[in-house]
Nanobody, 124 residues
């Protein structure tokens, strides 16, 4: 069983930054990849960024390239999402997810484990 817990969300103004943290426990490293998704009211969950636990490649949605950075600290079983130059359209609940697939897929239905989410709100 893999357990994921997100933190670091909050209320910021347009142009400001936040750093999200995903703390993993259980058998986290039995999975291959971890990703951040987000969901705004009335919309489907969308892929934001992904990385492998034991790899170097990173993946980003086009909407966040150049603004968001994903990283990990395997010694702490932790994944981070640094979000810079936030925009109102980034407002959503952000979720950490883990997959057993060899590369982080972009479809939410391909992930096996999910956290409860952390709210990010960006005011104009």
């Amino acid at each position: 069983q893999v357990q994921l817990l997100e933190s670091g969300g909050g209320l910021v103004r347009s142009g400001e930054s936040l750093r999200l943290t995903c703390a993993a426990s259980g058998r986290a490293f039995a999975t291959h990849g971890v990703a951040w998704f987000r969901q705004a009211p009335g919309k489907e969950r969308e892929f934001v960024s992904g990385v492998m636990w034991f790899g170097v490649e990173t993946y980003y949605a086009d909407s966040v390239k150049g603004r968001f950075t994903i990283s990990r600290d395997n010694a702490k079983n932790t994944v981070y999402l640094e979000m810079n130059n936030l925009k109102p359209e980034d407002t959503a609940i952000y979720y950490c997810a883990a997959t057993t697939k060899p590369h982080p897929p972009r479809g939410s239905d391909e992930y096996d484990f999910w956290g409860q989410g952390t709210q990010v709100t960006v005011s104009p």
